[in-house]
């Protein structure tokens, strides 16, 4: 099927702030402030006119139509990010070693994971974006405005502890996404 243009809007809620200049769109609400470029979508037009963002695309393909509807998505979880916030939980699992994971300090953006499986050495991954990160001896929680930042920044901790060259089914050790909320509202929970 060919299409002649598609045409989509996404409103956006009175308290937050947006400006878009040259496909950089900016949202600002009460929990923080998303900036986010656009310019790689070369077919796609972002217009702002009032509180509603149009996009268009002209004489598409299916690849134009996709990317458009992305685009779409990506805006609405920038709305709900700077309305609610995004929290991510997870859990630190040990069968020996008990695991320690320090959250940054000052201006650093390193997370330590210490005593994974026994090693004297820390394992070190960075944290992505403006993310809170707070932990203690059960738990991390990584939270911020950003949907893409928290899921990124929790996906280098359960990287970083993966295990290579053991048994996995013996060495479950690690640190592993439990719950994922936006706002106080569980997007989705192992149980």
Not at 37 to 44: E, Q
Not at 135 to 164: F, M, P
Request: proline share 3%.
């Amino acid at each position: 099927m060919k299409y002649v243009a598609v045409d989509e809007e996404v409103k956006i809620p009175d308290d937050i702030s947006v400006s878009l200049k040259d496909k950089i769109l900016t949202l600002e609400g009460k929990k923080g402030k998303i900036i986010k470029d656009f310019s790689h979508a070369k077919k796609i037009d972002l217009k702002l006119i009032g509180n509603i963002i149009y996009l268009h695309v002209d004489f598409p393909r299916k690849n134009d139509i996709a990317k458009m509807y992305t685009i779409k998505n990506i805006i609405g979880n920038m709305i709900k990010g700077v309305q609610m916030g995004y929290e991510y939980r997870m859990k630190i699992v040990y069968s020996h070693f008990p695991i320690t994971v320090e959250p940054p300090k000052g201006k650093s953006d390193e997370i330590l994971i210490r005593n994974f499986i026994g090693e004297r050495a820390p394992r070190v991954t960075k944290k992505i974006g403006d993310v809170k990160i707070k932990a203690n001896k059960e738990e991390v929680i990584v939270s911020g405005v950003s949907k893409e930042h928290v899921g990124q920044t929790c996906a280098n901790i359960q990287k970083l502890c993966k295990i290579r060259e053991k048994d996995k089914r013996v060495f479950q050790d690690g640190v592993y996404v439990y719950k994922k909320l936006v706002g106080e509202e569980v997007l989705w929970e192992l149980r």
